[in-house]
Each structure stands twice: as C-alpha cells, then as structure tokens.
C-alpha cells in the first residue's frame, strides 16, 4: 500500500536554530499538507499546497515556516529560529489519489525537540 | 470559526459495541471524516460521510446527519487493538480539502 514517509523520524534542536523537516508523499496525489500535534493535543492544521504554491494557511503559520517542493517527489517544512513551543510531531499528508481528495493519508510524524 | 465537541474519554468492555459522538459548528461544512490514532502513531483514516446516513466498513460505521450538525463512530465487537484516540474531522467547501481536527476521543477497550 503507499505510504507518505517522512524524515527524520526525531530531531533534536538548540533554540534558535532552523529545521528541515522533508515527507516524500504518494506519488499520484495532488494534495499536500504539514499538521502538527503538541504531545496530547489535537491534530493541528497548518499549511495546505496545491499546484506548486500555498492553497491555505493557518494562523499558526507565520513568518517562521515555509514549504518547498523543490523537486517532484519531496515537500519539505522549514522552521526558522525554533521556539520551545515548536515541540511537537510535525505529520506530512497528502491526498487526491483513488480515494479522493477528502481522504488524508498521514506519514508517521517527525518528532521535533527544541531545547 | 470552526469547533467540534466530542467526548474526552470512553471506556467499553472487549467484544461490546461503543458510539462517539461528535457535534460541529462551522461554516462551509462539505463532510465529516473520522481518524484514529494509536499512541505514537499517525492519523489513519477510518471513514468519511459527506451525505446524511450511515457508511458501514466491517466493524466501524459512520452516521452524519447535516442538519442536526452531528455525527458519531460506532465501533462493534471491540478488540483491545481498538484501543487508541479517534478523532472527527470536517472537510470545508473551500479549495484545499484540509481537515480540521476535533481534540479528540480516548477509547479504552477493557478485558
């Protein structure tokens, strides 16, 4: 079955410093998304892509995120200057395959550590 | 914006049946999606209704009824596996098909 993979499973960071967080997702699909989830809370919406560019973001989405698609298979986040409150699983999806584009498949997460 | 209330635990009995409820409030409502989540793992997608009535997938069913804002998961023959988070989802008439997550159900399957 395809999956969405994501990379690094768990990073480690200073505060201050920038991170790469890379999800490669399926290959057919149109749609792609980061969510993120502080431990034990809800799944958080934050950036939607479509065709190359931003369809939505949320309010969680500010200055010090951005997406790339640099290349046709990999869509990367990037966090610039981590906060401690950037702790949190950062999950990749994507969708618009068989199943349609209302059907989100989820990769199994980054684990993101600010210290 | 958008809230949906579900409960925040559940406790059943292995082999029962259990329903979680899930109430909404948004604009643009296009459908009603469930996830479940074991610890330390990914979302996995369960069900979505975009019409009212009932979606049967083996042991997991969905309902949604649009007018009344409200939807539910009936899980039956639970299994200790069933064990895990399930959280409800609403898809929006706009461009992105994002989901918006409910804080979702902690579902506890006892012996």
């Known amino acids: 079955e395809p999956e969405v993979t994501q990379t690094p499973s768990h990073q480690v960071t200073q505060m201050g410093q920038e991170v790469i967080l890379r999800c490669v997702p399926i290959?057919?699909?149109?749609?792609f998304y980061w969510y993120r989830q502080i431990l034990g809370q809800k799944v958080e919406f934050l950036v939607s892509?479509?065709?190359?560019?931003?369809?939505?973001k949320s309010e969680i989405f500010d200055d010090q995120f951005s997406v790339e698609r640099p290349d046709g298979s990999n869509f990367t986040l990037k966090i610039r200057s981590t906060k401690l409150e950037d702790s949190a699983m950062y999950f990749c999806a994507s969708s618009g395959g068989v199943n349609g584009a209302n059907v989100l498949t989820f990769g199994a997460g980054s684990r993101l550590t600010v210290l | 914006g958008q809230s949906l209330e579900q409960p925040s635990e559940v406790t059943a009995v292995e082999g029962a049946i259990v329903q979680i409820n899930c109430t909404y409030q948004t604009s643009g409502f296009y459908g009603l999606s469930w996830y479940q989540q074991h610890d330390g793992g990914a979302p996995t997608f369960l069900s979505y209704?975009?019409?009212?009535g009932l979606e049967e997938t083996g042991r997991f069913s969905s309902f949604l009824s649009r007018s009344d804002s409200y939807g539910y998961l009936l899980l039956q023959e639970l299994q200790m596996k069933d064990s895990a988070s399930y959280f409800c989802?609403?898809?929006?008439?706009?461009?992105?098909?994002?989901?918006?997550f409910g804080s979702g159900t902690r579902l506890l399957v006892r012996p």
């Open positions: 290959s057919n699909h149109l749609y």
């Open positions: 209704n975009a019409l009212d």
């Open positions: 892509f479509y065709n190359n560019e931003i369809s939505e």
């Open positions: 989802a609403v898809s929006l008439m706009d461009s992105s098909y994002k989901l918006i």
